[in-house]
């Protein structure tokens, strides 16, 4: 089915009262959110490109038609308007933990329930369900008041929801992400490029820090490129793809695996040991956040080739040597956590001083 021919079954379901949202109406009657081109099509995501009253902006779903996905059985028993709050909060709350595997209270839940009573509050509690059954809202639902790394939602209609546009970085851009469509023509000049990259760096530094110790658990990025990365005008990183995403108990359930060597332990970007005697891969993260983006993105920004005259030649030098020592593999033991924290601040310093000099030089 085409992208377009995904939204009229969509609008199909939503004037026959199958579903709702606040992004509906624009949609489906005032025609002030049109579709522009599908992104990703794949059975696990489709990705729509979309024009909403002028702004452009990203729909988002698992599975192409409603239908498709498991529906609420209690929604033909009960008249929805009987079931009781506490009951519909339980199931979200059960929902998310078996997701996530985190445990939610009753007053965290605000993104993910909105309490509204009213003749389409069937619709609304069975297109809620159709959100919860997908992971990356679950994780930007619940992470937008919290984060200014995450991407924001701006709104749903049935088992779709929208996300502000942001162009995805890109293995083979020289840059890694499209500066000039984040600042502006005026940043072809290299010095403006060499400053930009400083800044999003130190971003970059920022979200790993505050995926680390900001949350109940830390979240551990399991697939780190520069196209599950993108990057706001002022130039925040921003996570555009999370399905590679864990939380700790989650993470700890994924890497506890049988094993005969350490590589049976590698889950994409996020690796364990193996113990040997037991034949079980260890629940511990070995690696972390940090040490692969210093490994993917730091290393093609701070090699060698990249050095040019705007920074000292020592400074330049000194960053290298930072990013080659941090993008080593770790030990899951204390002075593992002691040098991921060493490296961290030495970077922090580094870049600082570095942006310091090219300030000076202009």
Known sequence: MTGEGILAVLCLDYSSGALTGDLCEDLCVAQKLVYKHCLYYDRGKK???????GQPIILKSKKEIFSSYQHLSMLEEVETQDIPETELLLMVALEVKNVLGLELS???????????????????????????????????????????HVLRIIGSCGH???????????????????????????????????????????????????????????LHLCDIKPENFAIRHDLTVVAIDVDMAFFEPKMRDILEQNCTGDEDCNFF????????????????????????????????WFSPNLRG????????????????????????????HQRTLKSLSELYHLLRVTQRELQRAE
């Open 47 to 53: 990705v729509i490109q979309a024009d909403w009253r």
């Open 106 to 148: 009753n007053n965290s839940m605000g993104p993910l329930w909105t309490r509204k009573k009213g003749p389409r509050w069937k619709a609304q509690v069975a297109s809620m369900w159709s959100l919860l059954q997908q992971e990356e809202y679950i994780y930007f639902s619940l992470l937008q008041d919290f984060s200014k």
């Open 160 to 218: 779709f929801y929208a996300v502000e546009y942001l162009t995805a970085g890109h293995a083979w851009h020289k840059t890694l992400f499209p500066l000039e469509n984040v600042v502006g023509p005026s940043l072809a000049g290299h010095r403006s490029r060499v400053r930009a990259i400083i800044d999003i760096a130190l971003s970059f530094l920022d979200m790993v820090q505050h995926f680390d110790n900001d949350f109940s658990h830390r």
């Open 269 to 300: 970007d996020c690796f364990s040991k193996c113990n040997l005697k037991i034949r079980k891969c260890g629940a511990q993260r070995a690696n972390n956040n940090l040490q692969v983006i210093c490994d993917k993105i730091f290393r093609r």
């Open 309 to 336: 005259p705007l920074v000292s030649l020592p400074l330049q030098l000194q960053l290298q040597k930072a990013v080659q020592e941090c993008a080593e593999p770790g030990h899951v033991d204390a002075a593992g």
